[in-house]
């Protein structure tokens, strides 16, 4: 009943370190968030992070995988997730993003999570931005 | 104990279908979170969304309704709400959105959500897009 | 079991009232969630409320401080945190805002939260603004 709920960072291997004290997911309870994500593609050693590609494809598809690494990273899936958001630089890209976005869900099973498209800057050379909010159990 | 939380989708009536694979609204446990709603008037068969009309007031307005109507498919109301964020094209708007936020919230009995404004780009034609977190219970 | 839920608002002290029908931050359940804080400096009766000062490290130390008067009020603390969403309206400002973002959580004994850096328009003279969810327990 009192128990004390434990809060985790979740790192997936495939992530370099935050640029700040930040986690890239935090699970505390149900409760499982993860950060913004970017398309960068997995850690190398020693190198700064970079996106997979200039294309809103590449980056669309890689962002999504890293928001899927720390999903399972933390024991959960794309279908505990009730929302996402998704931030765009450009309202131009939201055709084109939608498309790529319903391919990649196309075999959920769970009702699809919520979502709001947002048009922010983002820095040079990023397309898209992604962080979800999943309730686990 | 080890009973698996439902996740559903939440569509309500007067509402289009997503342009893309994500949910008006979705709730898991007790958490319902309502997708980013714009001023797009009732559905209407065979024709596309369009908002109601180019003032504030009437997008506004039309916007908290639909907010609302996901509330209401998903047996929540906005004294379940704990979040309210509001995507504003100009931060001018500011005092007027609050002004018709005020008389819209009016005669709500238990304290009101949390919120922030955040002032991005946004479709054209789109004045105010607006997503909320509920907890119920 | 079926006992129903408060919600509460939290108002801190140090704080004007919000502009509108909107809460400082909410608790339900062990939901909390903080609005949208930015720097202004504590209230002062009779005062409109006012930025600390023009630079970005007066603002974000003030903006942090106004997120944990909310956190303090509502009996929680930055290590209930799971997820910081900082609005700044230039990606400038990413590297310095990183620098005291780490030294204001150098004691942070829990995971530090998820976070999203969000790059929006922000009323004049506002450099950033922050909210967050907390999980108690």
Redesign the interface.
Known sequence: MTE??Q???ITPATHTA??????????????L????QVGFGPAVPGQAPAPVGPTLREQTLQTLSNVQSVLEAGEASW??V????V?LTD?GH?AEF?EI??EF??D?K???????????????GLLV?I?A?A???
């Open positions: 004390k709920l809060k985790t960072a935050p640029p700040a004290k930040f986690s890239h997911g935090v699970k505390k309870g149900n409760i968030q993860v950060a913004g279908e505990d009730v929302m996402i958001r931030y309202t939201f939608n976005y319903n869900f196309a959920l769970e009702a699809p999570a919520a979502r709001t498209t947002i048009y922010v800057g983002l820095p040079a931005e962080d909010l309730v686990l159990g």
